[in-house]
């Protein structure tokens, strides 16, 4: 079981930056994949980046390639989303999530979520 905590988003102008965290309890992090989603008003939750247990392989929504980064330490049952380049298309709230299983882009692959935080950008 791991239970995890999202801290980090805010109101940033457009082409501003963020840095998200989500800290996991437990000290079994290090066996998940580790995932981050977002949810805008009225829309489907979707994948946005996705990281391997060990930190070796990420993946990324091709709405932000190039422009967000994430990373994890596993000694610190920590993992980061580095957004960059931000625009009003990526407001919403985002979601951290653990994943045990091998379908990273897959919402239903997850079995434990944030309570998610924030993310606003001005234009």
């Known amino acids: 079981q791991v239970q995890l905590v999202e801290s980090g988003g805010g109101l940033v102008q457009a082409g501003g930056s963020l840095r998200l965290s989500c800290v996991a309890s437990g000290r079994t992090f290090s066996r998940y994949d580790m995932g981050w989603f977002r949810q805008a008003p009225g829309k489907e939750r979707e994948f946005v980046a996705a990281i391997s247990w060990n930190g070796g392989r990420t993946y990324y929504a091709d709405s932000v390639k190039g422009r967000f980064t994430i990373s994890r330490d596993n000694a610190k049952s920590t993992v980061w989303l580095q957004m960059n380049s931000l625009q009003p298309g990526d407001m919403a709230v985002y979601y951290c999530?653990?994943?045990?299983?091998?379908?990273?882009?897959?919402?239903?692959?997850?079995?434990?979520w944030g309570q998610g935080t924030q993310v606003t950008v001005s234009s």
């Open positions: 999530a653990a994943t045990a299983g091998s379908h990273r882009y897959a919402i239903l692959s997850y079995d434990h």
